[in-house]
């Protein structure tokens, strides 16, 4: 069984991985690059591999980055089965159509090309094959099951078995430790070979306990000088564990009394998808769907769906809070948004996830002082704020006891889906404290298991 690494290597996005037997020939996801112009355009390369020879993709979650080129994957002739979790088939196909949306407009506004077409996009929920957690499914003379990864809703790492046996494990994300609704990450099973995901490699969280404590902070010091509070949010996941913190904080008296905007008409159909799969909620989260109680709801909270309501939170009287995608900052309604309270210093901008290398986000978390946004160059005096334990990837502490806890502990590790000196740094830690072979494989390259 061999494994080829065409994304994700040495970089955060792009996630893509093929393995091939004597006879069967699967992708582990197929994600867009993401982060820059050059990220951009290396969407647009030929695949290097034979789309038409592929006999199945199994997908490990809905982010842009480990599905955004399954359009372009069905448009080059593959025509096999696209395996998912049931709400990842939802959650992708809000993704993909987003995605879609924002390639007309950039076509029709900076004539940049399409990478794909719509029937493309439909092509890829026909081929969808819903498998629950769990469950063994067959594809070939490869067997492989979805295990909870705790990452986003429906999100899984693969555990996969060779013709000669040999098991393979594909993290995907792996998920931070107590995130509402969430379901705590697997334990892994007996695995020969680890192919894990080195996003925060090199760095430890902020406590966890201290999340919502610094949310409060954030929002009464906002509100309290009369400003405006901007929260960069990515619309799955993120944005509905921010809502139901802002909730319990509501439910607590916390909360400073204020108007909350969700500007984010994707982000508002993923909160829906996801209350219609409580079976997938941790505990907590099942309770309170079992009392009636709507989890991401709040005192003062406007869904602006279309661009017309959007539009009205520009008029709304301060103080405010507006929760806006993406969660980069490298589209989307946020950048509107930004462009007006960039440069208010009573307002404030809240990071609250992983910013990729070359996107507005990385550039306002590193502290520049001026940037451009919709073609304005902006002085940034707004105060720019972050939480880190609001992350959904797993820190180092995490990932290494993840691997210390599988059933039999793998024999080799490839550490992917990070910045070069993140995957390295994971890698090295592996091998220091569990006595591992851990790799950094670059683009192409392959091994055999």
Same mark, same amino acid.
């Given at each position: 069984m061999d494994i080829s690494f065409f994304g994700a290597a040495r970089e955060v996005t792009g996630s893509c991985y093929l393995v091939e037997t004597g006879t069967t020939r699967v992708l582990v996801d197929c994600g867009m690059f993401q982060g820059g112009s050059f990220a951009e355009t290396r969407n647009f390369h030929p695949f290097d591999f034979d789309a038409s020879l592929v006999d199945a993709v199994i997908v490990t979650h809905a982010h842009l980055d480990h599905t955004g080129r399954l359009p372009k994957l069905i448009k080059d002739g593959f025509a096999g089965k696209i395996f998912v979790t049931p709400p990842t088939a939802d959650l992708t196909k809000l993704v993909l159509i987003d995605a879609w949306h924002i390639m007309k407009e950039d076509f029709k506004r900076e004539y940049r090309p399409l990478l794909y077409e719509q029937k493309d996009v439909e092509g890829v929920m026909e081929r969808f094959e819903r498998i629950e957690e769990s469950h063994y499914q067959t594809i070939g003379d490869l067997k492989f099951r979805f295990r909870e990864a705790g990452h986003i809703f429906g999100s899984s790492f693969v555990e996969m078995t060779g013709p000669d046996g040999q098991r393979v494990t594909f993290s995907g994300d792996i998920g931070n430790d107590n995130v509402p609704i969430l379901r705590p990450t697997a334990q892994m099973a007996e695995t020969d070979l680890l192919i894990i995901e080195s996003t925060y490699g090199n760095r430890i969280h902020e406590d966890e306990s201290t999340r919502e404590a610094k949310l409060r902070e954030v929002v009464t010091k906002t509100i309290g000088r009369n400003g405006v509070l901007v929260i960069p949010a990515f619309a799955i996941e993120r944005t509905q564990q921010l809502l139901y913190e802002l909730h319990?904080? +509501? *439910?607590?008296?916390?909360?400073?009394?204020?108007?909350?905007?969700? *500007? &984010? #008409?994707?982000?508002? *159909? +993923? &909160?829906?998808?996801? @209350?219609?799969?409580? $079976?997938?909620?941790?505990?907590?989260?099942?309770?309170?769907? &079992?009392?009636? $109680?709507?989890?991401?709801?709040?005192?003062? !909270? /406007? !869904?602006?769906?279309?661009? %017309?309501?959007?539009?009205?939170? =520009?008029?709304?009287?301060? #103080?405010?809070?507006?929760?806006?995608?993406?969660?980069?900052? =490298?589209?989307?309604?946020?950048? /509107? /948004?930004?462009?007006?309270?960039?440069?208010?210093?009573?307002? &404030?901008?809240?990071?609250?996830?992983? %910013?990729?290398?070359?996107?507005?986000?990385? @550039?306002?978390?590193?502290?520049?002082? @001026?940037?451009?946004v919709l073609g304005e160059r902006i002085e940034v005096k707004a105060e720019i704020a972050s939480i880190g334990a609001y992350s959904a990837h797993a820190d180092q502490r995490k990932l290494v006891r993840w691997v210390k806890t599988a059933a039999k502990q793998p024999t080799r590790v490839y550490c992917t889906h990070g910045d070069e000196g993140a995957a390295i740094a994971l890698a090295t830690k592996i091998h220091e404290e569990l006595g591992i072979a851990a790799e950094v494989p670059r683009y192409k390259d392959q091994i055999t298991v």
């Open positions: 319990d904080l +509501a *439910d607590k008296g916390l909360l400073p009394r204020c108007d909350v905007y969700l *500007d &984010s #008409p994707m982000a508002i *159909d +993923a &909160s829906g998808i996801i @209350k219609s799969y409580p $079976e997938y909620f941790d505990a907590e989260a099942m309770r309170l769907a &079992s009392m009636g $109680e709507d989890m991401f709801a709040l005192p003062g !909270l /406007h !869904l602006t769906y279309d661009r %017309q309501e959007s539009k009205t939170i =520009n008029d709304a009287p301060r #103080p405010k809070i507006i929760i806006a995608g993406a969660g980069m900052m =490298n589209g989307g309604r946020v950048r /509107h /948004h930004l462009v007006r309270y960039l440069g208010d210093p009573k307002s &404030s901008v809240l990071i609250i996830g992983y %910013q990729s290398e070359g996107t507005l986000g990385r @550039k306002l978390y590193r502290g520049d002082k @001026k940037v451009e």
